[in-house]
């Protein structure tokens, strides 16, 4: 096979290994938070920046509280989709997959949690203003969120054609 017809798999698979690198970031940080603080204390991290140990059983804003099983199943279907978008290229341009691998390593992070305990861990609390506590996966699907959403919004002209690719979907 011609090598400029050899299909580029490296990049992809560089960024399945960052969603997996975010997967274990935020299970071992959650496990840290889960065997260190006690539900519902709060110490100071960072400049206003508390950790806590919450326990939420639904979605953001604990909306759908009632519901960790219909989460755990959307969870899972967003985790797939963007798993096969990944890895079949479907945004070739680094800052599209920088987007997907973000979003699918915190989709998968707040998976296991609903799977393996029944509710998310949740730990950083904002002390400047009232709002929801957060993990490590949340900040992946909010940051690879607003990623892609500046992607698709601005940059998606830049993004080559199957047929600039040479044919690859």
Same mark, same amino acid.
């Given at each position: 096979?011609?090598?400029?017809?050899?299909?580029?798999?490296?990049?992809?698979?560089?960024?399945?290994?960052?969603?997996?690198?975010?997967?274990?970031?935020?299970?071992?940080?959650?496990?840290?938070?889960?065997?260190?603080?006690?539900?519902?204390?709060?110490?100071?991290?960072?400049?206003?920046?508390?950790?806590?140990?919450?326990? %939420?059983?639904?979605?953001?804003?604990?909306?759908? =509280? =009632?519901?960790?099983? @219909?989460?755990?199943?959307?969870?899972?279907?967003?985790?797939?989709?963007?798993?096969?978008?990944?890895?079949?290229?479907?945004?070739?341009?680094?800052?599209?997959?920088?987007?997907?691998?973000?979003?699918?390593?915190?989709?998968?992070? %707040?998976?296991?949690?609903?799977?393996?305990?029944? @509710?998310?861990?949740?730990?950083?609390?904002?002390?400047?203003? %009232? @709002?929801?506590?957060?993990?490590?996966?949340?900040?992946?699907?909010?940051?690879?969120?607003?990623?892609? =959403?500046?992607?698709?919004?601005?940059?998606?002209?830049?993004?080559?054609?199957?047929?600039?690719?040479?044919?690859?979907?």
């Amino acid at each position: 096979m011609d090598k400029q017809k050899q299909p580029k798999f490296r990049a992809p698979r560089c960024y399945l290994g960052l969603a997996i690198g975010w997967v274990v970031v935020d299970q071992l940080v959650k496990l840290l938070v889960r065997h260190n603080i006690l539900y519902r204390d709060l110490h100071p991290f960072l400049p206003g920046l508390d950790l806590t140990y919450v326990r %939420n059983t639904g979605a953001a804003f604990s909306m759908l =509280s =009632s519901h960790t099983w @219909f989460l755990a199943l959307l969870s899972a279907v967003v985790g797939a989709v963007l798993a096969v978008a990944l890895a079949r290229d479907v945004l070739p341009h680094w800052r599209g997959r920088l987007a997907l691998a973000l979003m699918l390593g915190g989709a998968v992070g %707040n998976l296991i949690d609903r799977a393996l305990l029944g @509710f998310v861990t949740d730990m950083f609390a904002t002390n400047f203003i %009232n @709002f929801a506590v957060f993990n490590v996966a949340d900040i992946g699907v909010v940051v690879g969120g607003i990623l892609l =959403s500046i992607h698709l919004i601005f940059l998606w002209k830049d993004e080559p054609s199957a047929k600039e690719r040479g044919g690859r979907k």
